[in-house]
C-alpha cells in the first residue's frame, strides 16, 4: 500500500488578505496568493502541500509561475511511487533550479502521504518526540514609535514570549523601535531584529553597537543576501550572534556560510529550501557545526505552518521559531494542523493526526487543475 504510485496531483490557487499589511525593508506584503497542491495516491491516501510565493523579490517566484511550474512537476512525477521522497525531489530539483515556494509544496505533500501510510504524524514520522514549541509574533516597519510600541503593546498582551522587529530603516532610524520596544516589555521578552538586507557594513556596525544594552537574542539577515564576507566581519566586530535568512536557500548556501563563518544561526524557510528534505540538511549542517536554526514563513495558511511546525518538533536544533503568517490571516481555510493556544501567546499545539494533519476547505480553492 505504502509504495502505490501517484495517481491525480491537484493544483489550486488561495487567496487570503490578511487584517494588516506587513512592511518590511525590501517590500510589503497585504495578503497571500498562495498555491495549494493535493496529490492522491493509487491507495487513497491523501498528501497536502502549500507553497506561499508572496515575496519574489526573495524566491524569485510568483503565484503565476508556481501555478504554471506545478503543472510540469505534477506531469514529471505522475504514476511513481509517492513515499519514494529523496528520488522524487531530485527529480524535481533536477527538472529547476528556480520556483522553490512550489518545490516546497510539493515536498510538504509527498512528506504528508509518507507519515500517513506510516500512520505517524510526521514529527514521529521524522523521528522525533513530543516538545514544547512556541513562535514569536512579528512588528512590521511602523511610522512611527509610538504605532511600533502600539503593536509591541498587543502582543505582550496576547501573551508572547518573543517579539520579533523589523528593521534595516535608514541610518539609526532603527533604535528608537527597538528601545521602546525594550522598555515596555521589560528585561524577560525576548527581542530578535531582521533587517532584510536593509543595511550596510557600516550601518549594521553603528546600529548593532547602539543597541547592544538591549539584550537582543540576534540580528538577523543585517546585510545583503549575497554578502557573506561582510557578515563575516560583522559577526567579527559586534557582540551580538548573526542569523542568515535570504543569504541561505540550501544545504549548499548553509556549508558556504559557516566555512567562512558568516554566521551563528541559520533560518530556514520551507519555501526557501524547496521543502522538508533540504531544510533536513540545513540543519544537519547546522547542527554538525555547533550552530542553531530558527525556522520561518512568508505567508503560509496553517497548512504550510503545520509542515514547518512538525519539522521544528522533529529537531530540538531548530531553536527559534518564527510561524505566525496564518495569525494575521482574515479568514481561516484550514482544517485540522497545527493551532495557536488561546491562552499562551505564541504556543502552538500539534495534533497527532497521521501526516501533517492539515487539510484546506475546498470550497474556498480556485482555478483547480487535476493532472
Ligand atoms: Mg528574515
Not at 484550514?334 to 492539515?358: F, M, Q, S, W
Request: proline fraction near 4%.
Amino acid at each position: 500500500m505504502s509504495q502505490s504510485p501517484i495517481k491525480t496531483i491537484e493544483i489550486s490557487r488561495l487567496h487570503i488578505p490578511f487584517t494588516q499589511s506587513i512592511k518590511v525593508a525590501i517590500g510589503e506584503v497585504m495578503g497571500t496568493e498562495n498555491i495549494i497542491v493535493k496529490i492522491t495516491t493509487g491507495s487513497g491516501i491523501v498528501g497536502w502541500g502549500e507553497a506561499s510565493p508572496c515575496c519574489p523579490y526573495i524566491t524569485g517566484d510568483t503565484a503565476d509561475t508556481n501555478y504554471q511550474t506545478a503543472q510540469q512537476l505534477a506531469k514529471l512525477i505522475i504514476g511513481k511511487a509517492a513515499v519514494a521522497i529523496e528520488a522524487r525531489m531530485a527529480e524535481i530539483n533536477g527538472f529547476i533550479v528556480g520556483e522553490p515556494s512550489i518545490r516546497s509544496a510539493f515536498d510538504m505533500a509527498l512528506y504528508d502521504i509518507a507519515a500517513k501510510a506510516a500512520n505517524m504524524p510526521l514529527y514521529r514520522f521524522l523521528g522525533g518526540e513530543r516538545r514544547e514549541i512556541r513562535t514569536d509574533l512579528t512588528i512590521g516597519w511602523q511610522e512611527t514609535v509610538e504605532q511600533t510600541v502600539a503593536q509591541a503593546q498587543a502582543i505582550l498582551d496576547a501573551g508572547f514570549d518573543a517579539i520579533k522587529m523589523k528593521t534595516g530603516r535608514p541610518g539609526l532610524c532603527d533604535v528608537p523601535h527597538v528601545k521602546a520596544v525594550r522598555e515596555l516589555a521589560g528585561p524577560d521578552i525576548a527581542i530578535k531584529i531582521d533587517s532584510n538586507q536593509g543595511w550596510d557594513y557600516p550601518t549594521a556596525i553603528a546600529n548593532i553597537n547602539a543597541m547592544k544594552h538591549l539584550n537582543l537574542d540576534y540580528s538577523e539577515q543585517p546585510l545583503k543576501v549575497w554578502d557573506y564576507e561582510g557578515l563575516a566581519r560583522l559577526r567579527d566586530k559586534v557582540n551580538l550572534p548573526i542569523c542568515a535568512d535570504e543569504s541561505v536557500f540550501t544545504d549548499k548556501d548553509a556549508l558556504k556560510l559557516i566555512k567562512q563563518g558568516a554566521c551563528d544561526y541559520l533560518n530556514i524557510k520551507l519555501g526557501k529550501a524547496g521543502g522538508i528534505h533540504m531544510g533536513l540538511k540545513i540543519n544537519a549542517i547546522a547542527e554538525a557545526n555547533g550552530s542553531k536554526c530558527m525556522i520561518g514563513c512568508f505567508g503560509e495558511s496553517r497548512l504550510g505552518l503545520s509542515a514547518a511546525a512538525h519539522l521544528a518538533m522533529a529537531r530540538p536544533n531548530i531553536t527559534f521559531l518564527d510561524l505566525d503568517s496564518a495569525y494575521h490571516f482574515k479568514s481561516d481555510p484550514v482544517i485540522g494542523g497545527v493551532t495557536y493556544d488561546e491562552k499562551v501567546g505564541g504556543l502552538l499545539h500539534l495534533p497527532d493526526t497521521p501526516g501533517h494533519g492539515a487539510e484546506i476547505d475546498e470550497i474556498v480553492l480556485q482555478e483547480t487543475i487535476k493532472i
